[in-house]
């Protein structure tokens, strides 16, 4: 009879990766935690030590170790905006947590879509105070240049929910809005009872990255799948006070509307107004909240594509502390994906 030869399975240590590359406990350390004073040649034979024994990194234990303190800065739009507010209270749960592991979370407000404003909060963080940030912003060269300042004073930076590609961001975390937009668009056609007819489209600001993006998902379905709606030219509304005085003049100035598809995060008032139209429009919003929920729960809303805040705010912390310690994260942990939600599958309201 064969006797079975136990399979160590413990992690390998630090102690490993100094025997593998022929090198002092006090040189790994010093690779580890990208400390200078190490050759080059030697930093490599480490490293590779580290991938042929599959080394994994404890990071929260080195960091209790060493003391490190983690601070992020979420920076938010200035806006009223149940999804804001919504993004802003996960961040304090979040930061409640996340205490006990040395992460503290602050959230700042600045004007929405204001590129000087932002870029005057990046350049106002000290390295020595912020680790990260994670900032809604729109792509401009103003807001990519002052990124490009705050990477260079080494503060990790990643884009929340509208993307900032031509920058030097090292991440970006929400949902795939070209995708979101085509959802929309699918669901609309689907829900229009009729061949034609006239698609209104709402927007926060032509700067923001994710509502452009939204609107070309939107555009591509609807050409090649629903050719005889015609989808108008998007309209621009920054607050309640817009959209009461334009939304009026442009439903009264064309026959044969029959959809509204809304990026924007100002529902409270298109609520209002959609409930006091006898027209059946069909309305495709975003992001779930109490004002959304209750014009599904009503029949004013058709259809909402939503994005979670919790795994928002989750993964940008992650992504962070992953960058900072410049380990590997789990690309489809990270993935923040689009949810529908219609009348009859609405969750739980707390």
């Known amino acids: 009879m064969t006797k079975s030869v136990p399979v160590d399975t413990s992690k390998p240590t630090v102690n490993d990766i100094a025997r593998q590359a022929g090198v002092s406990l006090a040189t790994v350390d010093r690779v580890l935690n990208a400390r200078p004073g190490v050759r080059r040649v030697t ?29 992020f800065v979420f920076l938010l739009p200035d806006i009223r905006s149940e999804f804001i507010d919504a993004l802003q209270e996960q961040i304090d749960v979040q930061g409640l947590a996340l205490g006990t592991e040395r992460t503290f979370l602050s959230v700042q407000r600045v004007a929405a879509f204001d590129s000087h404003s932002i870029a005057t909060a990046l350049d106002a963080l000290n390295a020595e105070q912020t680790s990260g940030i994670a900032l809604v912003g729109p792509e401009t060269p103003a807001v990519r240049d002052a990124i490009g300042r705050t990477r260079a004073r080494g503060i990790v930076v990643v884009a929340l929910l509208s993307d900032l590609p031509s920058s030097q961001r090292d991440h970006f975390i929400g949902v795939d809005n070209t995708s979101a937009g085509q959802t929309a668009a699918k669901l609309m056609g689907r829900f229009i009872h009729a061949d034609q007819g006239n698609i209104l489209v709402l927007t926060n600001s032509r700067l923001a990255r994710d509502h452009l993006e939204r609107r070309l998902g939107f555009d591509q379905v609807i050409a090649s799948q629903f050719p005889g709606f015609q989808v108008l030219p998007s309209v621009e509304i920054p607050d309640k006070k817009t959209l009461e005085r334009i939304l009026p003049e442009l439903l009264a100035s064309r026959n044969n509307f029959c959809g509204i598809y809304n990026t924007t995060s100002t529902d409270h008032g298109l609520v209002e107004f959609l409930a006091g139209l006898p027209l059946d429009i069909v309305v495709i919003a975003h992001e779930l909240t109490p004002v959304t929920r209750s014009a599904l729960e009503r029949g004013i809303f ?49």
Request: aromatic share 6%; charged share 30%; net charge positive.
């Open 302 to 350: 058709d259809a909402l594509i939503c994005q979670d805040t919790g795994h928002i705010v989750r993964s940008a912390v992650r992504l962070m502390r992953a960058t900072m310690e410049s380990v590997p994260y789990n690309e489809t942990q990270e993935r923040i994906r689009i949810e529908i939600f219609l009348k009859e599958n609405l969750p739980t309201s707390d």
């Open 43 to 71: 930093i490599d034979r480490v490293n590779k030590a580290i991938d042929e024994l599959g080394y994994v990194r404890d990071t929260a234990a080195a960091n209790l170790a060493r003391r490190r303190i983690y601070r």
